[in-house]
């Protein structure tokens, strides 16, 4: 069952993450002061580039191809966790994510930190920045939990037998299951009509 919530969370996370690599990230708006008083310029940026405004196209950052390559390993992940490289794309996806994610995430600080004498410029987050993190937090949870910890224990084949060995502290139980009686020896008895010598023999 744990396994299965971690398959539909990464599908989850996956979807949202390419849905969240088309919407935008931030938007920003420059007011001009001095000689350019008045004098606004609005832009965005998705993951794959700079929205609209064509004067800012050197900014563009390709921040979607890690993502989409996340993705692919994700979704791979999610179809084969009954087997090891499987769980291993899995959580490699993710790790790929959280780092695309982070490095946005530093860049939008930073953008924050814009402005200057003569120039104000506001910043906000866009939708985009809020899918692709939740996006991000969903594909870790599904990623750990489809993950074989502790080991699972393989299922036995119906046509086989199956033996446990249980733990006794009276008796030993061998791999076939039936208790081992140990029997006492045997104490020596006198025989009927007679006694036992207990006179002490002259020197």
Avoid at 23 to 33: A, D, I, K, N, S
Avoid at 46 to 59: A, H, I, Q, T
């Amino acid at each position: 069952m744990t396994r299965l919530v971690g398959v539909v969370a990464l599908v989850i996370g996956a979807a949202l993450t390419l849905v969240g690599t088309f919407l935008p990230l931030y938007t920003q708006v420059f007011e001009f002061g001095g000689v350019m008083s008045g004098e606004t310029v609005e832009m965005g940026q998705d993951s794959w580039g700079v929205l609209d405004s064509e004067p800012w196209r050197e900014r563009e950052a390709r921040y979607g191809v890690p993502m989409v390559v996340a993705v692919v390993l994700i979704v791979l992940g999610a179809a084969f966790t009954g087997r090891m490289w499987g769980r291993l794309a899995a959580i490699s996806g993710a790790m790929l994510l959280t780092g695309s994610v982070w490095l946005v995430g530093q860049q939008l600080l930073a953008l924050f930190a814009l402005g200057g004498p003569g120039i104000t410029i506001t910043t906000e987050l866009g939708l985009g920045s809020f899918t692709l993190a939740a996006a991000t937090l969903v594909v870790l949870v599904g990623a750990l939990l489809v993950q074989d910890w502790p080991p699972r224990a393989p299922k036995p084949d119906p046509g086989v037998a199956v033996v446990y060995r249980l733990d006794d502290d009276d008796t030993d139980t061998p791999p076939f299951g039936f208790p081992v009686v140990l029997e006492e020896e045997p104490r020596w008895q006198p025989e009927r009509g007679s006694a036992p010598d207990t006179e002490e023999k002259a020197p």
